[in-house]
């Protein structure tokens, strides 16, 4: 019995080479190479709630599609084989939704998608004649944003020459958080870890979710060339690949020049104040002062020598015209306890 097992096999050797020889000339002649170019074609990034279309390509040439199958990571969730009826067929995956009357043997729509069906996605297609099977693969990320423009917020209503300046810009929330650019005088701002803080700030409905919230901070410098009265603009821009794109409204910076206390050029050349030309300082400062001491030194001789001058006429009058003409002497006591005071004098006439 086991001879004859052996002859059987023996036997049926040739068969098997012959078998096998066929298959290696329809490889060769007509069946190799018949399945190529699979390419899987999707978005890499779409909104949550929105509808999605992920494609599968190939070139079959002369043979027949046998299936095109699709994955998420290493899970099917459709499937397409054109001599089942119907060809169609969807399985069930936690967040994949699929819409079976629009699918077909290239194309697989899904329904309102969720943020977590992000992953790796897969088609392979196989040719009938041959089973040879090709497989492409790509990434798509959900994401959440919003149609909001980010706020922007100064620290303060006004601003001095030489004052330091804080401005935060705060993205809609999304997912993930949206990158910020800032604009200056209408330039774009390159980023420094010393003038930018960043923070994120989650959602109370959904913690995945989160905004970004940018402090730039920076002193304001006004440039000599600039005039007076210039205007500083500033604003914000925040973006999500290429699903959103929104700037802030513009703020406006008009730095106001500070008021003198005496002791320096805080004015700059042509602003004007309400104070005196001779309080408010400039480049002639230095002799200001000197001059007008010495004009109220000048004002207070002047008094005292109109006094001294109206005593010395009172003297002389006594003398000529006397008893018609009399003159008082009074003293003043400034102080009681400063042995101080002042003589005032008067004449008159007497009728």
Excluded at 75 to 89: C, I, L, M, N, T
Excluded at 149 to 162: F, I, M, N, T
Excluded at 197 to 220: A, C, G, N, V, Y
Excluded at 337 to 349: A, P
């Amino acid at each position: 019995m086991g001879s004859m097992m052996i002859i059987m096999e023996s036997s049926a050797l040739p068969f098997l080479l012959l078998a096998s020889m066929f298959n290696t000339f329809i490889l060769l002649v007509g069946g190799s190479g018949t399945l190529r170019d699979v390419k899987i074609a999707l978005p890499p990034f779409v909104k949550r709630g929105d509808d999605v279309k992920l494609s599968c390509n190939y070139n079959l040439e002369r043979d027949q599609l046998y299936a095109v199958n699709w994955y998420k990571g290493t899970q099917e969730f459709y499937r397409y084989v054109p001599k089942e009826a119907p060809p169609q067929k969807a399985f069930h995956r936690p967040g994949v939704l699929v819409d079976i009357t629009r699918s077909t043997d290239h194309d697989v729509f899904l329904r309102n998608v969720s943020l977590d069906i992000s992953g790796v996605y897969k088609c392979s297609a196989t040719a009938e004649s041959t089973f040879q099977t090709l497989s492409s693969s790509s990434d798509m990320m959900v994401v959440v944003i919003g149609d909001d423009v980010p706020s922007l917020q100064l620290d303060r209503a006004q601003y001095h020459p030489g004052d330091s300046v804080t401005a935060e810009c705060q993205s809609p929330y999304s997912y993930p958080p949206a990158n910020i650019t800032w604009f200056y005088n209408d330039t774009e701002v390159e980023p420094d870890q010393h003038s930018f803080k960043t923070e994120l700030k989650k959602s109370i409905t959904d913690p995945m979710i989160q905004s970004r919230l940018s402090r730039f901070s920076f002193d304001l410098t006004i440039p000599e060339e600039a005039p007076v009265s210039s205007v500083i603009p500033i604003k914000c821009r925040a973006t999500l690949y290429a699903l959103y794109d929104q700037n802030s409204s513009t703020k406006t910076i008009e730095p106001i020049p500070r008021r003198t206390t005496g002791t320096g050029p805080l004015f700059r050349p042509g602003t004007s104040s309400s104070s005196p030309s001779w309080l408010v300082a400039g480049p002639d400062s230095a002799l200001r002062f000197p001059l007008v001491l010495l004009l109220v030194s000048g004002v207070t001789t002047a008094f005292s020598f109109v006094e001294n001058l109206n005593w010395l006429l009172c003297r002389v009058s006594r003398s000529l015209l006397y008893p018609f003409y009399y003159c008082h002497h009074h003293h003043h006591h400034l102080h009681q306890h400063q042995h101080q005071h002042y003589t005032r004098s008067w004449c008159g006439w007497i009728w």
